[in-house]
């Protein structure tokens, strides 16, 4: 089992910045990639970002050129940088981890809201 535990989010102005973290607990041996994926009230959950084991990236297209997804292996944990906020971000959060079978484990999630 793997736990996933995400922190960072808040209320921030418009082009403003916050970074998210997303730690993991448990067995991550064989982890195939991270992702954070977003909700916002009255939508489907979106793909935001994805780094995948040998380090490949990929973002969504409303979130190129302002997220940066990186991870610190010592640590466990896979961050998103968010920059140049806009309101439409507003969403909760959340860190999804493949495993080695590619199931799927989800964290709690965080809210991020940006205000204009």
């Known amino acids: 089992q793997v736990q996933l535990v995400e922190s960072g989010g808040g209320l921030v102005q418009a082009g403003g910045s916050l970074r998210l973290s997303c730690v993991a607990s448990?067995?991550?041996?064989?982890?195939?990639?991270v992702g954070w994926y977003r909700q916002a009230p009255g939508s489907q959950r979106e793909e935001v970002a994805t780094?995948?084991?040998?380090?490949?990236?990929d973002y969504a297209d409303p979130v190129k050129g302002r997220f940066t997804i990186s991870r610190d292996a010592a640590k466990n944990a896979v961050y998103l940088q968010v920059f140049r906020l806009e309101p439409e971000d507003t969403a909760v959060y959340y860190c999804?981890?493949?495993?080695?079978?590619?199931?799927?484990?989800w964290g709690q999630g965080c809210r991020v809201t940006v205000s204009s």
């Open positions: 999804n981890l493949v495993g080695l079978e590619y199931e799927n484990y």
């Open positions: 448990g067995n991550t041996f064989g982890t195939r990639a």
């Open positions: 780094i995948r084991i040998g380090g490949s990236t």
